[in-house]
């Protein structure tokens, strides 16, 4: 299974004092080092961690995969449409949110959505849909045109071990395996870590994950490159 980092918490750290460090850039290129598939940067309208110049900085330099997270919003397709990065995953944004609390409503907007998910298609980018364990929004993903979703696996990951935790794992079951028989590529994330992910990876659907905040606080402790190293055994199924 493939793993994508999110280096936008090395930003929120950096933002905290308006600092130069710690620089996401460098800890993307570590990451890519250690052996990370991919890179996930979300650009926010208020712009509370990422800034326009990281992201044009790891279009540059990232040789693995550049997916940015954003809002379908005009502002942010004209920054993708001009930046070109490999996948632009549609998340749900709320301004007073601490992170992305749940999985866009894509039944809800789908008649916004379609314009301008096709336009970044035929700019030849590729567009994933972050969505709950659904599979009414799972089906209209699918008939939205897009190649990959990502199964929002927050309640699995907030819940502690037992049945309802069990419950909601089999949904993520449920929805990946109905992503997969629909023909979409299947990535999961959200809240995974160095504890819960096991039972994901055990998923067989499910070909990628993106793991963020887990992987920059054991980089705290332990530095970039051990934290992916050590995700990346977990997903493979054994320990260094």
């Known amino acids: 299974m493939k793993l994508a980092v999110n280096v936008d918490h090395f930003a929120t750290i950096r933002q905290a004092r308006k600092s130069n460090e710690p620089d996401p850039v460098l800890a993307a290129l570590l990451a890519e080092q250690a052996g990370a598939e991919g890179i ?23 040789k693995t995969k550049l997916n940015l997270e954003m809002a379908a919003t005009e502002e942010m397709k004209n920054m993708a449409l001009r930046l070109q990065p490999d996948v632009v995953s549609l998340v749900p944004e709320r301004r007073e949110e601490l992170t992305t609390e749940g999985g866009l409503n894509v039944v809800a907007a789908q008649a916004q959505l379609r314009p301008f998910i096709q336009e970044l298609l035929q700019a030849k980018i590729r567009v994933s849909i972050f969505v709950d364990p659904d599979l009414e929004q799972i089906k209209t ?13 927050g309640e699995y990951s907030e819940l502690s071990p037992g049945e309802a935790r069990q419950k909601a794992l089999i949904r993520v079951k449920e929805a990946a395996a109905s992503g997969y028989k629909l023909g979409l590529e299947v990535h999961a ?19 990628e994950l993106s793991i963020g905040f887990a992987i920059v606080a054991r980089a ?3 530095g970039i490159v051990q934290a992916v190293k050590e995700m990346k055994a977990l997903l493979h199924g054994h320990q260094d």
């Open 189 to 207: 994330g959200h809240g995974l870590d160095y504890r819960n992910v096991r039972a994901i990876v055990a998923i067989p659907e499910i070909s």
């Open 40 to 62: 996930v940067i979300h650009l926010r309208g208020d712009r509370r961690h990422i800034q326009e110049r990281d992201l044009s900085l790891l279009r540059e330099v990232v």
């Open 220 to 222: 705290a402790i332990v």
């Open 141 to 153: 993903c699918q008939e939205l045109g897009v190649p990959l979703i990502e199964i929002n696996t």
